[in-house]
């Protein structure tokens, strides 16, 4: 479950669009410093990703599992190394259903 949230967050992290500079100091509203009046005028906006691109990312994420994997194993860890490499198991078959 860890490998999938994780995947969701790069994911969701790869869409961020970089924020605009904040408002000038005293523009904001009269409750908060920096509050932006109306209904959704603090979302942030996202961009769409293509399936190649989300199928990228999670494809880095099962490649760096398979990584420190292989870093545990070299450590002595392998307990920590078999918990890493079903991470990786799990999103490529997330990727690749049979």
């Known amino acids: ?20 500079p904040a408002p000038a100091a005293g523009t904001g509203g009269p409750h908060f410093a920096g509050a932006v009046p109306g209904l959704g005028a603090a979302e942030a906006k996202r961009r769409a990703l293509t399936e190649r691109e989300v199928e990228q990312i999670v494809r880095v ?3 760096e599992r398979q990584a420190v994997a292989h870093d545990y194993d070299q450590a002595g860890r392998p307990g920590h190394a078999e918990r890493l ?3 990786a ?7 690749d259903p049979r």
């Open 85 to 87: 490499r079903r991470e």
């Open 89 to 95: 198991q799990v999103l490529t078959e997330v990727l």
């Open 61 to 63: 994420e099962v490649a």
């Open 1 to 20: 479950m860890s490998a999938l949230r994780t995947a969701l967050s790069a994911i969701d992290n790869a869409g961020a669009i970089p924020a605009d």
